[in-house]
């Protein structure tokens, strides 16, 4: 059984930074995805098995760094220059193949979630 789990978020004020965590062990590619209510889980950032490779949603890329540090089993998400349309909350997901995805079925395994909102 792969745990996924989330901290970091919270309320922040637009233009402001936030870092995302996730925990988890024994993982290939691994991938932050958003659902804001009413929407679907939309692909936010993903990076493969060793981290070499990196991928963005359209309007998180220059702004959202996805990193991995595979020795604390931990994956970030350092989000600068908040909106209020990146208001939803996040979700931690991870595959055993190593590369990343966009797409959520490409996942076996998924965190909780953590709230983030943006005010203006």
């Known amino acids: 059984q792969v745990l996924l789990v989330e901290s970091g978020g919270g309320l922040v004020h637009s233009g402001q930074s936030l870092r995302l965590s996730c925990a988890g062990s024994?993982?290939?590619?691994m991938a932050w995805f958003r659902q804001a209510p009413g929407e679907e889980r939309m692909f936010v950032a993903g990076?493969?098995?060793?981290?070499?490779?990196?991928q963005y949603g359209r309007s998180m890329e220059g702004r959202f760094t996805i990193s991995r540090d595979n020795a604390k089993n931990l994956v970030y998400l350092q989000m600068n220059s908040l909106r209020p349309e990146d208001t939803a909350i996040y979700y931690c997901?991870?595959?055993?193949?190593?590369?990343?995805?966009?797409?959520?079925?490409?996942?076996?395994?998924w965190g909780r979630g953590t709230q983030v909102t943006v005010s203006s």
């Open positions: 997901a991870a595959r055993t193949y190593p590369t990343s995805t966009i797409y959520p079925i490409d996942y076996a395994y």
């Open positions: 024994g993982l290939g590619g």
């Open positions: 990076i493969s098995r060793g981290g070499e490779t990196t």
